[in-house]
């Protein structure tokens, strides 16, 4: 994501951390681990289990799958937890296996399928854990990877919260033969892969080798810092100086800027992050990236702030504080 920088800003070692070369203590206060979740526990034995696994006082999933359900499942450590609703807004992506009920012709098949893309209505299934009011989502996209007979195995990227045991049924209803999703798995939730989940014993033989042998090398694989599941957001860099007052919670200046990601566009959700990348709070734009250059190169004094602080992230005092406040 490419930065613009509006100031040249120095930052000083002596205050924060690179998040990647956290002690892992902290990381482990200030990361997440993206499971491999298996058939048969629920999402939140899962966040449990490596609530335990890592020792810590708190751990919370981003998306709950049914217990049958298997696949990329992250988890909030602790601070991170402060996070899952922005991994929300993202696609998600599953393979299905769709069973149906009776024949079905290949070409009403690819037909049917074609006319479940893009925006459609679904009701919650009855043991979801929303009311079940009519709702749009949207499906991106949906691709038939095998027909074996009754059995589809499709894959689909879809809007967060869209119901694929109800989409399943919905398609067999349109087939006029009914159909039930045999199989599930998810592949991509957010910004996170199937390709770096990892099972929980893995995790448990992380720790156990950080604990017993003082070996951070698998931990520090397994566990990301926050700011990896933020890293599909655009970017405010803002200095030194201004840290500790956002910590706070106040917005962020024109004048405490250093760099900015190009294309924000005004009530966009961004990361406010420190010189050494690591993650302040969470804010919305007030401006454009393209207005902010145009008071630059015009050179107006701008005092109303330019992003509005949401989310703090950082605990207070790691930055030294540079601003007045009331006595």
Known sequence: MELITLEEAETNYNYGCDPYRRPIEELLKKGLVVIDKPSGPTSHEVSLWVKKILNLNLAGHGGTLDPKVTGVLPVALENTTKCIQLWHTLPKEYVCLMHL?????E???YRVFKEFTGK???RPPLKSAVKR???VRKIYSMEILEIDGRDILFKVRCQSGTYIRT???????ALGTSAHMQELRRIKSGPFTEDEAVYLQDLKDAYVFWQEDGDEEELRRIVKPMEYGLQHLKKVVVK???VDAICHGADVYLSGISKISKGIGPGETVVIET?????????KALLSTKDILKI???GKRYTSPVVDTQRVLMERGIYPRMWKGKK
């Not at 009920?101 to 012709?105: L, P, S, V």
């Not at 989409?167 to 209803?173: D, F, K, Q, S, V």
């Open 101 to 105: 009920h009776r024949d079905a012709k």
């Open 107 to 109: 070409e009403d098949i």
């Open 120 to 122: 459609i209505i679904q």
């Open 133 to 135: 009011n009519p709702r």
């Open 167 to 173: 989409l399943a049924r919905n398609i067999g209803e």
């Open 240 to 242: 030194d100086s201004a």
């Open 275 to 283: 010189l050494k990348g690591e993650a302040v709070a969470i804010g």
């Open 296 to 298: 630059r190169e015009e």
